[in-house]
């Protein structure tokens, strides 16, 4: 049973970060529409930084998220609320990183990284079943965002 959208997602600036600014709280599909708001207007800028400085935003988003899903799991009572999406932008993003530009790499790592978030191949299944928390939140999405980066890179070597 989904569970009903918080209305403190509106009033708590951490619990609206959570919830990819609002994105979250659509009434279908809230992961996808928050990897859809993880491109627009988002992925359009940081497509824009090098290697480097692409990575340490990842791990620092990647931080941030751990902190930011775990409070409000806590504050909601409930371990992973289908509406805290921090965790698709940040996956979306590894999907992302490296990747050249345009419309076309773009989808590609969208359709990916939903695939792997939704089909969880083990070990993300493994890992979104035992562990908890904040981190356990990001993680299976951490995970889903690697794996579609290892396909995506592997397509543009491969065939494009």
Not at 91 to 106: D, Q, S
Request: net charge neutral.
């Amino acid at each position: 049973m989904a569970h009903p959208v918080p209305r403190s997602i509106w009033r708590n600036p951490i619990h609206f970060l959570a919830f990819g600014l609002g994105s979250g709280a659509a009434p279908k599909a809230p992961g996808t529409f928050g990897t859809l708001a993880a491109i627009i207007p988002f992925f359009f800028v940081l497509q824009h930084l090098n290697a480097q400085q692409y990575l340490l935003m990842l791990v620092v988003t990647s931080l941030i998220g751990i902190f930011l899903c775990h409070k409000t799991a806590k504050d909601l009572g409930v371990h992973d609320h289908s509406g805290i999406v921090w965790d698709e932008f940040v996956g979306f993003w590894i999907t992302m990183w490296l990747a050249p530009t345009g419309w076309l790499y773009i989808l590609l790592g969208f359709v990916l990284f939903r695939l792997f978030d939704i089909l969880k191949p083990w070990p993300i299944s493994w890992l979104d079943k035992h562990v908890h928390g904040g981190f356990g939140i990001m993680i299976d999405d951490i995970l889903a965002g690697v794996m579609s980066f290892v396909v995506l890179q592997a397509l543009i070597y491969f065939v494009f």
